[in-house]
Structure formats: structure tokens, C-alpha cells
């Protein structure tokens, strides 16, 4: 074999593995895709409500506002986090994910917390349902904190500021520990038209295993009897037990108990759930999303 024949030979082998993997891609993307149409779908099933009479309804904001996965567990999770609004505010953090059951299957799981100051009253028509039984979040002044900026710029350049403050760390079944770090940019920012709120942002806690959040972070300036202030909630987002810090100092946890279950803690603001089982896609699945 000469060296022209070998050239020849090299040239079209590598063209061979450009073309599986430009494939390979496509067929990935493809998947994507399918799965944020399937998520986004389930996410559109409820009808969320801060009041019992049902007039006040959340706004679900199709465009998730994050992405995660995470290849360490179960086969591998992807899911989608998205907020549903009640005049600009976020009232529910939710996270539709789903993964490889083993079978020939894929689960889909719902990972749903309030945020709202009301407790709300969730429709959706399935066999696994969510009744928040309280308030979402307790929200507590953040201590040292400089009053809230005039401008908007400002005050996100203070929220990122005071998030970095916080630090996290979560603890498995199995007695692994895992330190928690803040994704730098928020999850979502809002400015609401309710009159008690000037500004406010999500932020999250990931740790190193994959990128799905463990703790929501919300900061808010919230009008006080002395001017607006800055106010911080926190929200489980994990099956772990959970601890956050603020400057080094404990300020929330959230510890499993026959109370604070994998599921649901103990007035279900958290719920989890398994949904429903569904065909693992196929490239038959996936074609038509290309």
C-alpha cells in the first residue's frame, strides 16, 4: 500500500467519525429537546392559586430558568427548573426531572416548593397530588445587610454580593457530605407590582456531583416600618439533609424525620413525588425534533 492509498484510507476514516459524530450530536439535541417538550408539558398540568376561592392564579413561566443534570445518580437525571408567578413574584419553584428507571422506562419526577406568603391550593388532575398545608417560606432580615441600592443595577450587584455570604453543605443516607456551592448568577430575577416588594432574585446550591439545586436561596427587599429591607427565605430542594450558613453562622437546616420525610416536609410547602412512568425514548421518539 502506498502512501497516497494510506492518505486516501485516513481521510475517508476520518470522515466516517465526523459523520457519527455530528450524528451522535443530533441524536443528543434531538433528546433534548424531547425531554424539555415532556417537562415543560407536566409542568403546565398544574393550576396553582393563593387563595382558596381560586382568583388569584400563578403564572407559570414556560421558559425554564434553569437546566440541570446529573450522571451521577440513577442512571442519569436531566430535568428543568421553572417558577410560577403571582405579580412578578415567584410563588412556586418547581423542578421537573426525570431519568433511566432500568427497565426499558423512564421516570418522570416533579420537585415542587412554595415560596408564596399564602398557603396555596394546587389542581391537577393525577394520582399524586400536592396540598401545601402553610406558607412557603419564613422570611428573616439579613443582619448586617446595607439598605437596598436605588437602582436596579445596584441592587443586583448587592444580591450577588450578600448570596456569596451564604454557604451550604448537604449529608446522603449513605453518610457522604457534600459542600454546596452558589451558582453566581441568580435563577431568576423579578421586580413585583405588590407595592411590599422593591426587588428580589432566586440563587441556588449545587454540589460537585451534578448541577441540580440542593437549597433555593431568596433574597428580597421588602418594605419594613423603617424603609425597605433586605429579607432572605430559604427552600429544601433535595432528599438529603440539609444545612445553610450565613457568614459562618447556622441559619436554617433541614434535617429527614418521620416528619420531614424523602417526600414531603411536615406541612408539605416541599413535595416530591415519582410521577408516572413512560417509554424510554427511542431515536424513532426523537427524530422529528431535529
Known amino acids: 500500500m502506498n502512501a497516497a492509498t494510506i492518505l486516501i484510507f485516513l481521510l475517508a476514516a476520518t470522515g466516517q467519525q465526523a459523520v457519527e459524530g455530528t450524528d451522535k450530536d443530533q441524536a443528543a439535541k434531538a433528546k433534548s429537546q424531547r425531554l424539555l417538550e415532556l417537562h415543560t408539558n407536566d409542568a403546565a398540568s398544574y393550576s396553582i392559586y ?17 437546566r440541570w443534570t446529573n450522571p451521577t445518580r440513577v442512571g442519569g437525571q436531566v430535568g ?17 426531572f426525570s431519568h433511566p428507571s432500568g427497565d426499558g422506562r423512564r421516570v418522570m419526577c416533579h420537585e415542587l416548593h412554595s415560596l408564596s406568603l399564602a398557603v396555596l391550593v394546587v389542581d391537577r388532575e393525577a394520582s399524586e397530588q400536592w396540598v401545601p398545608q402553610a406558607a412557603g417560606v419564613d422570611l428573616k432580615p439579613l443582619e448586617g445587610a446595607p ?24 449529608l446522603s443516607d449513605q453518610g457522604q457530605t457534600w459542600e454546596l456551592r452558589l451558582l453566581p448568577q441568580p435563577l431568576y430575577r423579578y421586580e413585583s407590582t405588590d407595592p411590599d416588594v422593591l426587588d428580589g432574585a432566586l440563587f441556588t446550591l449545587v454540589s460537585s456531583a451534578g448541577t441540580d439545586p440542593e437549597i433555593i436561596l431568596l433574597l428580597e427587599a421588602r418594605k419594613s416600618q423603617s424603609g425597605h429591607q433586605w429579607v432572605f ?8 439533609n440539609l444545612w445553610l450558613k450565613h457568614k459562618g453562622q447556622e441559619v436554617w437546616s433541614s434535617i429527614r424525620s418521620d416528619e420531614n420525610t424523602f417526600n414531603h416536609d411536615a406541612k408539605h410547602r416541599f413535595r416530591f413525588y415519582q410521577d408516572r412512568f413512560i417509554p ?8 422529528g425534533a431535529r
Open 147 to 170: 439598605p437596598p441600592a436605588r437602582t436596579a443595577a445596584q441592587r443586583l450587584a448587592q444580591m450577588r454580593s450578600v448570596a456569596r455570604e451564604f454557604t451550604g453543605r448537604s
Open 280 to 287: 424510554e425514548l427511542s431515536d424513532s421518539d426523537t427524530r
Open 233 to 240: 427565605g430559604s427552600a429544601r430542594f433535595s432528599d438529603m
Open 80 to 96: 428543568e427548573v421553572f417558577v410560577w408567578t403571582y405579580r412578578g413574584r415567584p410563588e412556586v419553584v418547581g423542578s421537573i
Open 50 to 66: 393563593r387563595d382558596v376561592k381560586r382568583t388569584q392564579k400563578l403564572d407559570l413561566r414556560r421558559e425554564p430558568v434553569y
